[in-house]
């Protein structure tokens, strides 16, 4: 997935709107738009405030862009084990329901 993408599956899962985002944030709606659609990435500062938001590290949000097609061939067959593992722990630990 995008940055985009996880941070539009995140805030669905804590029934946060790209409106109330963007406030709490202080971007317009269209900046935050252009993120989730991936026109643009958000420089560090605007990730962070929008892991705030979310209530998780910012490195989870990085974490989860991880696909397959990034794992080294000789770490996809573990990786295809662990990944969806790890992501149903970080959506438990975050209180983020699937």
């Given at each position: 997935?995008?940055?985009?993408?996880?941070?539009?599956?995140?805030?669905?899962?804590?029934?946060?709107?790209?409106?109330?985002?963007?406030?709490?944030?202080?971007?317009?709606?269209?900046?935050?738009?252009?993120?989730?659609?991936?026109?643009?990435?958000?420089?560090?500062?605007?990730?962070?405030?929008?892991?705030?938001?979310?209530?998780?590290?910012?490195?989870?949000?990085?974490?989860?862009?991880?696909?397959?097609?990034?794992?080294?061939?000789?770490?996809?067959?573990?990786?295809?084990?662990?990944?969806?593992?790890?992501?149903?722990f970080i959506y438990e630990?975050?209180?983020?329901?699937?």
């Amino acid at each position: 997935m995008t940055i985009g993408e996880v941070i539009k599956d995140l805030l669905d899962r804590k029934n946060i709107s790209q409106k109330e985002l963007a406030g709490k944030i202080g971007k317009s709606t269209t900046a935050v738009s252009q993120i989730i659609k991936g026109v643009y990435q958000p420089n560090p500062e605007t990730l962070e405030k929008i892991a705030e938001v979310l209530d998780i590290p910012a490195g989870i949000i990085h974490f989860l862009t991880i696909s397959e097609d990034q794992i080294p061939e000789d770490k996809k067959q573990l990786f295809k084990f662990v990944a969806p593992t790890m992501e149903n722990f970080i959506y438990e630990i975050f209180s983020m329901e699937k």
